[in-house]
């Protein structure tokens, strides 16, 4: 068996949890649920899977995640000099595993996802991954069946399970869609063939950089200007060719276009965190629905998400909102729009309000 190398993606910068998350605390470093934050949750989970686990961010990042992960090495971070997506990130990845071990399984995770309590699930799932990648020589991601119509994941289409009833199942890939309106997602749950992409991936590394030779050709030769510069010890020439590596999700790179993609069916329960209404729904609410961390007065007031650790919030009549305090800014919205805050991110670009980013 092959040597299985996790990567945690530690570089976004969450969005849609702000004011709270920031560009020096981003999500993943944010304690939102228990006594850990979300990346020191993953860490924990995947080092019961292989002790070869790195962490994948960009370079304003590091100082911040090396305080929350002291016992990860300096060997064990990979730093991308820019931001430029996860096809990019990912490859600088396999680039790096790949100088230590031609022969690795890569498995892929994200920082900044809540797992439920069944973790033995999670970790059988990525297990079964890193097997069918070495067996069939795939690229292979995982989905969840989705419990409700969402317009915020993207969505793919599967044939028949491949290995009749083993679990988890896998399947043959048939299309993506990324994104769809309501309406679509509401008939892609009806059709029961579609599921949620997780976003978690695994492959042989040699095949990886096939795969992209043969479908991202300009990432490609960009990532080999990488690996030449950095064996030859030119590091300012390699970070200068990683910057300019095109901008690119490895989905719609490599992922939508190959036909040598598998997908194993998610057996845990999965939330992405991606909005304050997402949290809402994983953290203990009172019999009216609201969760409120901090001092509130809540007249006639239902199904609101309320963090104010400083303030007293006093609300009458309040039904499903979200306000967030933080030292310096409030948030105010509807919880059916809070995926629209990072709108509020770019217009505080826009106007050149930083000290608020």
């Not at 190398?5 to 910068?13: D, F, R, T």
């Not at 969450?14 to 850990?36: C, D, I, N």
């Not at 795939?138 to 289409?157: D, K």
């Not at 729904?281 to 239902?302: R, T, W, Y």
Request: hydrophobic share 40%; proline share 5%.
């Amino acid at each position: 068996m092959m040597a299985r190398h996790v990567v945690i993606l530690a570089g976004g910068s969450g969005t849609r949890l702000w004011p709270r998350s920031r560009e020096k605390s981003p999500k993943h470093l944010l304690t939102l649920h228990g006594g850990q934050s979300l990346l020191q949750s993953t860490l924990e989970r995947v080092r019961r899977l292989t002790e070869n686990v790195y962490v994948v961010t960009e370079r304003s990042q590091v100082n911040s995640i090396r305080e929350q992960l002291p016992e990860l090495p300096d060997e064990r971070f990979i730093i991308e000099p820019a931001r430029r997506g996860t096809a990019s990130a990912l490859g600088l990845a396999a680039v790096t595993i790949a100088e230590r071990d031609p022969n690795a399984i890569m498995l892929s995770v994200h920082a900044d996802h809540y797992l439920g309590h069944d973790e033995d699930a999670y970790l059988k799932t990525l297990e079964a991954e890193a097997r069918w990648a070495e067996a069939k020589r795939s690229l292979v991601t995982v989905g969840l069946r989705p419990p409700y119509a969402s317009t915020a994941f993207g969505y793919i289409q599967v044939g028949p399970p491949l290995d009749g009833n083993e679990a988890p199942a896998v399947y043959r890939v048939v299309r993506f869609v990324e994104k769809p309106d309501l309406k679509t997602a509401e008939g892609f749950i009806v059709s029961g063939s579609y599921l949620w992409n997780l976003g978690l991936f695994s492959w042989p590394v040699d095949v990886l950089f096939s795969e992209m030779a043969r479908h991202a050709p300009e990432l490609s030769a960009g990532l080999e200007q990488v690996k030449r510069a950095r064996q030859a010890g030119r590091l300012e020439e390699a970070d200068a060719a990683y910057s300019r590596l095109p901008t690119e999700a490895i989905d719609y790179a490599v992922l939508e276009r190959t036909s040598n993609l598998l997908v194993v069916g998610a057996t845990f329960e999965w939330h992405d965190l991606g909005s304050w209404a997402d949290l809402h729904d994983i953290l203990q609410q009172d019999e009216a629905g609201n969760f409120v961390e901090g001092e509130s007065v809540l007249i006639d007031s239902k199904n609101c998400m309320i963090h104010s650790p400083h303030k007293l919030v006093a609300a009458v009549g309040l039904e499903d909102m979200v306000v967030i305090e933080t030292d310096d800014a409030i948030l105010i919205c509807p919880k059916a729009r809070s995926q629209d805050v990072k709108l509020i991110v770019d217009r505080l670009k826009q106007m050149g309000k930083t000290e608020y980013l």
